[in-house]
């Protein structure tokens, strides 16, 4: 048997009074030891070797919960509902005149229930009551239960009973901490122990390259380290978990070779939609999808922008398309909106730099009128990206996609046939996690109707993710409105990205 230096200490305490029941006050003043942390963790290494018993006893304080701290300052509510009474003429007492003083529906519910049990009744909707002195002893009591109360714990063992019972039934009046207790004992095993093991060590606990350069290290002893040991968890502050997933994403396109783009969340429906080709009568552009701003209303696009889209939307202007053939109504397209989407910004990247190849991405917050629920939420955020260069291909976009995800940790992707009104051909992409195959985003090659009048000629590679979807699996999450609850507990708990 090998003890460490702690449990020597402890045990030698206990050896002064052998048959003793110690409690954790006694130990710490017997060891000098600041940390009950060191009387729990040597008990236990002390008990395993069957040189101590730990006795546990379970304890229960009690202390005023919310609602028994307002009785305390206004009076229980059968003492204010029979004061109350008390004031009444006879046919005054009532359900209807309970209300119209002002007592409150969740009041009035409970108090008939609490002033049954007091002894007044209702018969025919008016209360009686019978005994009168009986009933003030009964409130008293029920009132001097809770004073005692009045800022401090007590012990359950020093309460009275009957009177417990009745306030754990009742809603958040009394507050219930149970606390076990321990306390040690020496073993016969504990006490018949050899001296001999008890003779402290010097345990090295820390090797310094001074310590190894000296001499005595070869015959110095070692503490053991339990690796396993429980230690308490530091709650220093940390970047909110999806502060630090978009800092990795960023992280691993900027090692990709992307540059950053960024844009504002306050778009015109002309280059949120029109620039994408989606008609105008679009189901998504209504106001079931999209917030449509009061303020601006209106924001200007360039006319030339405004004419080539409605060039491609009515007709398909020079890029071989038919287009949609309905009429462009160009003050659609100067209503102000919250972006429902980040390829807005790419499409602008383009129209700003038509002529020069690029790998660009950006994270952002996007806007769509959902009902919030297990898997939606109204705001929420994108990763976009383009690849805009004249060899740019679908191969391409795919394995650049496959890149992206196996750097994050998630090898195994896939894409399947989709539609979207700018893309073709357009894909879904999937991402295998725990026997599934996650839809995490859109992508495709953008079409002509969308590249020419923005002036480019070369294919464009584009591709849109849901951050939130991204961050749920990183995190193990089956519920997004986890990631954005003020729950730092639950925060802190989250994995270190
Ligand atoms: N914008 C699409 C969405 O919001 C995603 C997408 C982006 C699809 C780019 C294709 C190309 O879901």
Known sequence: M??????????????????HVWLLDELLEATQWKDQVHVAGSGMALSEEGLVEIIEKNDENISLGNEGKKALKNGLLEFRLWS????QSESNRTMKGLFDAGFERYEVGPGVGL????????????????????????????????????????????????????????????????????????????????????????????????????EGWENAQYKEFDINADTPIPMGGRPHPMQSLIERIRSVFLEMGFSEIEG???????????????????PARTMQDTFYLEEPEKIDVSEDMLDLWASVHENGHDTGSLGW??????????????????T???????????????????????????TIDRTHLPEFHQIEGIIHEPNASLPML????KTFYTKMGYPDVRVRPAYFPYTEPSVEVEVYWRGKWLELGGAGIFRPEVTEPLGSEWPVCAWGMGLERLAMLVLGLDDIRELYQPDLERLSRMPIL
Request: glycine share 6%; proline share 2%.
């Open 2 to 19: 090998t003890l460490g230096n702690n449990e020597k200490n402890m045990l030698r305490a206990m050896r002064t009074k052998q048959n």
């Open 84 to 87: 109350w009474i008390c004031q």
């Open 115 to 214: 002033l049954k049990s007091i002894g007044v009744s209702i018969e025919k909707g008016t209360f009686v009551f019978e005994n009168k002195e009986d009933i003030e002893s009964k409130i008293s009591e029920r009132t001097s239960f809770i004073n005692q109360l009045l800022d401090k714990k007590m012990n359950l063992n020093d309460l009275d009973k009957e009177m417990f019972t009745h306030f754990k039934g009742r809603k958040n009046l009394i507050n219930i901490e149970e606390n076990v207790i321990r306390e040690w004992k020496l073993t016969q095993l504990g006490i018949d122990l050899d001296d001999s093991y008890l003779e402290e060590v010097e345990l090295v606990g820390e090797i310094t390259p001074e310590f190894l350069q000296n």
């Open 264 to 282: 504002d969340y306050v778009q015109s429906a002309g280059w949120n939609m029109d620039a994408l080709y989606i008609p105008q009568s679009h």
């Open 325 to 342: 053939g309905a009429k462009f109504d160009k003050e659609e397209s100067k209503k102000g909106l919250l972006r429902t989407h980040t």
């Open 344 to 370: 807005v910004n790419t499409v602008k990247h383009i129209s700003e730099n038509p002529k020069e190849p690029c790998r660009v991405f950006g994270i952002g917050r996007v806007f769509r009128q959902e």
């Open 398 to 401: 795919i394995s650049t996609l």
